[in-house]
């Protein structure tokens, strides 16, 4: 499992301080949105075998602390227990910080 690059370390605590800034306002499927387009540009400039903005592994730890089948995303797992909106980005970066801690990375430091 690759660890979150340090420039992205770097974006997602910038998000997770003021992110109204990076997506408009607290939404979860807009954080989602954000992720998957920068995502597509390290792909798009053959970078994303070098940067990891999300682990891949991310999406099970999700599905499996919510106990919901595995092809619903971690966004719509998250969803399915907590409405968006600030609640809902505060939950991702908390469950993010808990899976990098369990794989023995550093959290996401706000």
């Known amino acids: 499992m690759?660890?979150?690059?340090?420039?992205?370390?770097e974006l997602?605590?910038?998000?997770r301080k003021r992110p109204g800034m990076y997506i408009g306002e607290y939404s979860l499927p807009r954080l989602r949105?954000?992720?998957?387009?920068?995502?597509?540009?390290?792909?798009?400039?053959?970078?994303?075998?070098?940067?990891?903005?999300?682990?891949?592994?991310?999406?099970?730890?999700?599905?499996?602390?919510?106990?919901l089948p595995g092809p619903m995303?971690?966004?719509?797992?998250?969803?399915?227990?907590?409405?968006?909106?600030k609640e809902a980005v505060e939950t991702f970066f908390s469950l993010l910080d808990e899976f990098l801690e369990a794989n023995g990375f550093e959290p996401i430091q706000p």
């Open 73 to 85: 995303g971690w966004c719509l797992a998250i969803l399915e227990n907590v409405p968006d909106g």
């Open 12 to 15: 997602l605590r910038g998000i």
């Open 33 to 67: 949105s954000f992720l998957d387009g920068y995502h597509g540009a390290l792909v798009l400039h053959g970078l994303d075998g070098s940067f990891c903005i999300l682990p891949g592994e991310f999406h099970g730890f999700v599905t499996e602390r919510y106990g």
């Open 2 to 9: 690759m660890d979150i690059s340090p420039p992205e370390r």
